[in-house]
């Protein structure tokens, strides 16, 4: 069974741009949580989805974004790209075993 | 005060010793407890996954969780330099699911 699946690996953007980052689940599970985890910090939540739906969203100002799609996969929006968005962008899929992260989208905003 | 504490060490141990590690919570609502061993610039694998308090074996590792202290524990026994890694305890609430990070502790175990 795959695993949780994001791209790209790498992106790099200009300070300013807007960045798009995908994210498709482990087959079956229906809900998406995206995090950002900067150099140095912990796991710090942005986006639950379930159903297609945003359920919740952590403290981030609204150019951070995302939707999902019918088939659960999900995509995070960042509009505005500010430096300080270099991050790793991990997102997350859930079953009633636990929440399985991908590999991560490493951004760099320059 | 964070939501979860987590020491951020760096520990160091040497080959073949038992490591516990530790993470305490403010939050009495959090009904889910988990574990995740995270490598440099990859994603958390998720190692255990608990939801009562108590004990849970996995192998060598053994997570415990006491809900009255609001204290939880993951112990690593006869550590290889493999487990070398940052360990990330997470909970969460019952509905929503959303898992709450310590910010980790470093890892190292010496040949």
């Known amino acids: 069974e795959a695993g949780v699946t994001q791209s790209p690996t790498h992106l790099i953007k200009t300070r300013g741009q807007q960045a798009t980052l995908r994210c498709s689940p482990i087959?079956?599970?229906?809900?998406v949580y995206w995090y950002q985890q900067a150099l140095g910090l912990g796991l710090q939540f942005l986006l639950w989805?379930?159903?297609?739906?945003?359920?919740n969203r952590g403290n981030f100002p609204p150019r951070f974004s995302g939707r999902q799609f019918p088939n659960y996969s999900s995509e995070l929006n960042v509009n505005a790209l500010e430096l300080e968005d270099s991050a790793l962008y991990l997102c997350?899929?859930?079953?009633?075993?636990?929440?399985?992260f991908g590999q991560g989208t490493r951004l760099t905003v320059v | 005060q964070k939501e979860v504490e987590q020491d951020p060490g760096p520990l160091s141990v040497p080959e073949g010793a038992i490591v516990s590690l530790n993470c305490t919570y403010s939050?009495?609502?959090?009904?889910?407890f988990m574990w995740y061993r995270q490598y440099s610039r990859k994603g958390p694998e998720l190692l255990m996954y608990?939801?009562?308090?108590g004990n849970k074996e996995d192998g060598r590792f053994t997570a415990q969780v006491d809900k009255s202290s609001k204290y939880i524990s993951l112990f690593i026994r006869d550590s290889q330099p493999s487990d070398s890694a940052t360990y990330l305890c997470?909970?969460?609430?019952?509905?929503?699911?959303?898992?709450?990070f310590g910010r980790g502790t470093s890892l190292i175990v010496h040949p």
């Open positions: 087959s079956g599970h229906t809900s």
């Open positions: 608990t939801y009562s308090s």
């Open positions: 939050n009495s609502a959090f009904q889910y």
């Open positions: 989805y379930d159903e297609g739906e945003e359920r």
């Open positions: 997470a909970m969460s609430l019952a509905g929503s699911y959303i898992p709450t």
């Open positions: 997350a899929s859930r079953s009633n075993l636990g929440a399985f």
